[in-house]
């Protein structure tokens, strides 16, 4: 199992999961030229994907999807709520899931698990497959036992270090999204996805991103310092997503052995 981001962050959020001869995309908050572009990149034509998984309607994750889906003849997958917006009304096919959900794309099992977010109903996924598990964790406000359980095992994890709550409270935001963004539908913060961190059982966890974080109100440094005592002590890889590149490929078999010189910084 492998995964690849297209960009992450509130401008737009795009990652690529493979295992066997299955290849999904989870969101696409990129238009389709973009994210046809940002493909070419990590070696993947737009005709290749089988499904497309969206998790909630706001447009850094889901502007490009109805477009992609449409001129490639790409089915989507997403919640009944987030269908109701009609944001994705243009797809080439809809396939219609509950929160909480369970079930198979070719070689992979996806658990469409519900987060506490602004959204219509909207949810994160964990991946498994051939024995590997691998989780996406983004656009959450808070964490709840469900999150814990259903997110602790995982060989991979992409998870959400939005911003630094001083830096957020500090900076130039208006009230209201300060609010917003730090309230329990909000995003976590580096604090909390820390904290949620040390909740999982992170025996298996062999490589760590960490992504959606804001250019205004976090940087890498921010997150890798709230980070780094937790998963390093597992001997995890580590590392930080970016809004302009996500990440390249990255293979749960080749993080098998955990590495001593875990790449944290890099
Ligand atoms: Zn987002
Ligand atoms: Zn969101």
């Known amino acids: ?3 690849a981001s297209l960009g992450s962050g ?50 850094d994750h889901c502007a490009g999807v109805a477009s992609l889906s449409k001129r490639h003849g790409i089915p989507v997958y997403l919640t009944h709520g987030t269908a109701a917006t009609n ?50 964790l983004t656009d959450l406000g808070s964490i709840t036992p469900h999150l814990v359980a259903s997110f602790s095992g995982c060989d991979g994890l992409l998870l959400e ?20 963004v730090a309230g329990d539908f909000g995003h976590l913060n580096n604090a909390q996805a820390g904290h949620l961190l040390s909740q999982l059982d992170n025996r298996r966890l062999r490589i760590l991103v960490a992504g959606h974080l804001s ?6 440094e921010h997150a ?28 749960l078999l080749e993080e098998a052995e955990p590495s001593l010189s875990a790449a944290v910084g890099t």
């Open 215 to 220: 250019q205004q109100n976090n940087t890498p």
């Open 161 to 180: 270090f939005n911003h630094e709550l001083d830096l957020l409270m500090q900076g130039p935001y208006p009230g209201t999204l300060k609010r917003r």
């Open 1 to 3: 199992m492998r995964f």
């Open 87 to 136: 944001r994705l009304s243009g797809c080439h096919q809809q396939v219609l899931v509950n929160a909480g959900a369970r079930f198979s794309i070719g070689s992979i099992t996806c658990s469409a698990v519900p987060v506490p977010h602004d959204a219509r109903e909207p949810v994160q996924f964990r991946f498994d497959a051939g024995g590997w598990s691998l989780g996406i």
């Open 10 to 59: 509130s401008q737009g959020n795009s990652t690529l999961v493979a295992a066997d001869d299955t290849l999904l995309m989870v969101d696409c908050g990129f238009t389709p030229k973009e994210a046809e572009a940002r493909l070419q990149r990590v070696g993947v034509t737009p005709a290749s994907l089988d499904a497309i998984l969206v998790t909630h309607e706001h447009g």
């Open 224 to 251: 890798l310092a709230a980070l780094a005592g937790v998963a390093a002590h597992h001997g995890a890889r580590i590392q930080v997503a970016s809004q302009d590149s996500g990440f390249d490929w990255l293979s």
